[in-house]
């Protein structure tokens, strides 16, 4: 298990998925919405746009460390 030290989140631009060979960008439909996601396999958390939870009609709870 990965020590919370390090646990990160980095931003990317448009410009860094295209010059990544382990980051893959497109679009993805889910209940007739097109958002962008970004899938990279060695992540150990993953993040959703609060903008598509609501498009969704889910939820978000605060999960605690």
């Known amino acids: 298990m990965q020590n919370e030290r390090d646990q990160r989140v980095f931003h990317m631009t448009q410009e860094d998925?295209?010059?990544a060979s382990d980051v893959v960008?497109?679009?993805l439909q889910m209940n007739d919405y097109q958002m962008l996601v970004l899938l990279d396999?060695?992540?150990t958390?993953?993040?959703i746009a609060n903008?598509?939870?609501t498009k969704l009609?889910?939820?978000t709870k605060r999960v605690e460390k």
Request: avoid cysteine.
């Open 17 to 19: 998925v295209r010059a």
């Open 45 to 47: 958390h993953s993040f």
């Open 25 to 27: 960008a497109d679009m």
């Open 51 to 53: 903008k598509n939870v």
């Open 57 to 59: 009609s889910k939820e």
């Open 41 to 43: 396999s060695s992540v």
